[in-house]
């Protein structure tokens, strides 16, 4: 497919409304028309990876006081991606991952790709 | 909570090796490992160089040397992890490899060089005819080889559009893929290169203006005490650099000369300075007369395009002091510089040199004027 040159800047880089350490960044962008013609853009539905196998994780067992936010820092250096955890889990909640002390954990090794 | 973390750092590198399709790489290359170079430049091709530790009795000198395990044209790709985000940031061929021994102990070590997977697109010369297909429909025909190595095209028409008329001429092509590719890029003011990621054994072939729009990366820090992420910033203004190019066209029948009107390179290269450098050099452009005016007009646009880059920094980035990776063809602030050389830049290239415990980036960056348009840049 041959992009036209006129439209061919609108798929900048960075324009994505999600910046890449967010789970929405791969997620499509889709566009809503509202009954007077205004549009609405929404992130599409994002569908869980495919779960890790067990050479790509490492368990933790939980401590007491533990949150999820917690498990990011210490793992991956940053507490906002503890959703990497929640996915490998699979927990609808992400309190759930650390409510009971002792529950183990399975927690992505870094360089992971979910192909 | 006093258990060791799973990785040590924020920064991890993984490697993939293999023929075509690629797999984590055994553990004793990985702790073999001792540094990693790579470049990525717009418009070139990028370049990657992995050194490793050899000992006597290891592995890698007793099964994996001798099986071709580093053998040249094995895939490599590389993939860096900051604060949990995976970015790719290689996807090549191993060109050469090398074995130093030492008497040292400790001293022995195997160095891979390579190049990214456009050299896939280099080894073959060949000879093609083109009838009635416009630039980009030829890049896009060329692209088409090399899906098997995972490898979409992005394909940009050209700006000025120039109708193939198979009566008056067919385009040939006499030289490798790449070369050819680069040629009709570099007639049209274009850039092509190959973009690894976003996941590992994808990449995209990009033909098409430099990006130069959009959201800019996370801001470059110079001269901000703590804050600063840069360890030095050099900026020179060249001012030979930017040419006014001048073409000629002949109409063929009635053999009149027309110079043609100095384009506005605008559309191509959005500004990114306040006060545009002046073109010092005039240049004619040989061999414009023979061509459709279309043609001629697409080449002294490229050429004025091309040639405005006057002003070029260049420095080095502590990526652990900056928490991001600087990614190349792409558009950056900097800020602290002082008042002529603050602002948004385009990153020109990007050289990666990692080694265990520390992640130093140097770069290059360009635009075409000085002052910055805004006062203010993305943090």
């Known amino acids: ?115 | 909570m006093s258990e060791v973390p799973i990785g040590s750092g924020p920064v991890h590198l993984s490697l993939h090796m293999g023929p075509k399709l690629t797999k984590p790489v055994p553990p004793e290359v990985t702790e073999a490992l001792l540094s990693a170079q790579i470049t990525s430049t717009a418009g070139e091709r990028s370049g990657f160089q992995l050194a490793f530790d050899l000992t006597k009795k290891s592995r890698i000198v007793e099964r994996l040397l001798p099986e071709g395990f580093f053998d040249p044209k094995t895939r490599v790709i590389v993939a860096i992890t900051i604060k949990g985000t995976p970015t790719v940031i290689l996807d090549g061929l191993i060109v050469r490899n090398e074995v130093g021994s030492s008497n040292q102990p400790g001293q022995s070590t195997l160095t891979v060089t390579g190049e990214d997977l456009t050299l896939l697109m280099d080894l073959e010369e060949r000879t093609d005819r083109f009838p009635n297909l416009a630039p980009s429909q030829r890049v896009e025909r060329i692209l088409r080889n090399y899906a098997d190595y995972g490898i979409e095209s992005r394909i940009i028409r050209e700006q000025v559009h120039q109708p193939p008329r198979e009566q008056l001429r067919v385009d040939y092509q006499s030289s490798t893929d790449l070369q050819y590719v680069n040629d009709l890029a570099r007639a049209n003011g274009y850039n092509f290169y190959l973009d690894p990621g976003p996941r590992p054994g994808r990449s995209t072939a990009y033909w098409g203006p430099e990006q130069r729009l959009g959201q800019r990366q996370h801001a470059l820090n110079v001269n901000m005490d703590v804050n600063s992420t840069v360890d030095q910033l050099t900026f020179a203004y060249d001012g030979t650099a930017r040419e006014q190019p001048e073409a000629r066209v002949q109409d063929p029948r009635t053999r009149d000369v027309t110079l043609l009107p100095n384009p506005d390179i605008g559309p191509l290269r959005p500004p990114l300075g306040l006060r545009a450098s002046p073109a010092l050099k005039r240049k004619p452009l040989s061999g414009t007369a023979k061509m459709d005016p279309e043609r001629a007009r697409a080449q002294a646009l490229a050429r004025a395009a091309t040639s405005a880059d006057a002003i070029s920094g260049s420095g080095q980035l502590d990526v652990n002091r900056h928490g991001y990776v600087l990614r190349p063809r792409e558009l950056v602030g900097v800020r602290g510089a002082g008042v002529t050389y603050d602002g948004d830049y385009y990153v020109k290239s990007v050289t990666h040199n990692l080694r265990v415990g520390s992640y130093q980036q140097n770069f290059t960056l360009s635009r075409e004027g000085l002052i910055a348009r805004s006062d203010t840049v993305r943090p």
């Open chain 1, 1 to 115: 497919m041959i992009e036209p040159y006129e439209t061919a800047l609108d798929d900048i880089p960075g324009a994505h409304p999600y910046p890449r350490t967010s789970r929405y960044h791969d997620a499509e962008i889709g566009v809503h028309r509202l009954p007077d013609g205004t549009e609405v853009r929404y992130a599409k539905r994002r569908l869980l990876p495919k779960l890790p196998d067990a050479d790509n994780t490492a368990p933790h067992v939980v401590n007491a006081g533990e949150r999820p936010d917690h498990l990011g820092q210490r793992f991956f250096g940053d507490p906002g991606q503890w959703w990497r955890i929640a996915d490998a889990n699979p927990v609808l909640d992400p309190r759930e991952l650390t409510e009971e002390p002792g529950r183990v954990v399975e927690v992505p090794t870094p360089g992971g790709f979910d192909v």
